[in-house]
């Protein structure tokens, strides 16, 4: 079973076959606007897990038991989410050959041979190319991504991932934006000739030379990191009472909304389509 978030079939279907045998979710959403329940903006926007809560006091059940036998339900019917990793990278081949991997430090190495290869007159020895690395690796924000936010992501909405303003498709990742900013400081302090000095145009021109790219996955929901399956949950349930009781101004509802695997790697045999 697939679900995608942006598909009222597969969400009402999806979310229908879990609550099968257990309670009405069509006739729950009925009586939660007859009392005034879906007026508030907690309740779309599950403020303090504030929809779930409501959902599971209702069926007579703590938030915990409810998220639990969620679960349960989803991993018996083999579910899948539809999500969509947005970057920019020189090549497709690599993830059809290794699936989608969390931040490791060879993105580094990547980076910095992208930067000699553009920049020709650029040259770095091997040491001062170690040095460099571990200038990147001591930088804040490579610290916080590759401890707490490594990643893979993937956001839900395919809507959202083809936006114009989607900076991983447009940019790459921002990892790649700190490392450059290190580069250019590192030169500086070393008194190393480097042919841009400019951050935006030094970043823009890397950016030109590799693909954009929206890849379509279909993530088990087995492998969801269990902090974040309140979150899972929430999504699914949310879309389904959007579609059998259209919002108009939910539209963009999950836009940003993302899966964070948590520093595991995503399987080839999950990837559907690179585009």
């Known amino acids: 079973m697939i679900l995608d978030i942006d598909d009222s079939s597969t969400v009402v279907g999806t979310v229908e076959a879990i609550t099968k045998d257990w309670f009405d ?3 729950l ?4 606007k007859d009392n005034g329940e879906t007026e508030s903006s907690h309740f779309w926007k599950n403020v303090d897990n504030h929809l779930l809560k409501i959902v599971s006091d209702n069926i007579g059940l703590l938030l915990d038991t409810f998220l639990h036998i969620w679960k349960e339900k989803c991993l018996k019917n083999d579910l899948k989410i539809m999500g969509y990793h947005c970057t920019r990278y020189h090549n497709k081949e690599d993830f059809k050959e290794q699936g989608i991997l969390p931040l490791t430090e060879s993105i580094i190495d990547d980076f910095i041979s992208e930067t000699v290869s553009t920049f020709q007159s650029f040259k770095l020895s091997h040491e001062q190319k170690r040095e460099l690395k571990e200038k990147i690796k001591e930088d804040d924000l490579w610290k916080y991504r590759s401890g707490k936010g490594a990643g893979p992501y993937f956001l ?16 790459g990742s921002e ?21 841009c000095s400019d951050r935006f145009k030094y970043r823009n021109i890397i950016s030109e030379k590799l693909i954009p790219m929206i890849i379509h996955c279909t993530i ?6 269990v902090p974040g399956i309140d979150c899972y949950t929430y999504y699914m349930i949310i879309a389904y009472f959007n579609f059998i009781d259209p919002e108009e101004d939910l539209n963009n509802f999950f836009e940003g909304h993302s899966i964070d695997l948590k520093g595991n790697s995503l399987d080839r045999q999950y990837i559907i389509k690179i585009e």
């Open 220 to 225: 088990p929901f087995s492998i969801l990191p």
């Open 175 to 195: 990892v790649l934006w700190s490392c450059a900013d290190v580069l250019i400081q590192y030169c500086q302090d070393e008194n190393i000739s480097f042919p």
């Open 29 to 32: 959403y009925w009586n939660l």
């Open 156 to 171: 839900v909405s395919y809507k959202d991932a083809q936006r114009p303003q989607n900076h991983f498709r447009k940019s």
């Open 25 to 27: 979710v069509r006739q």
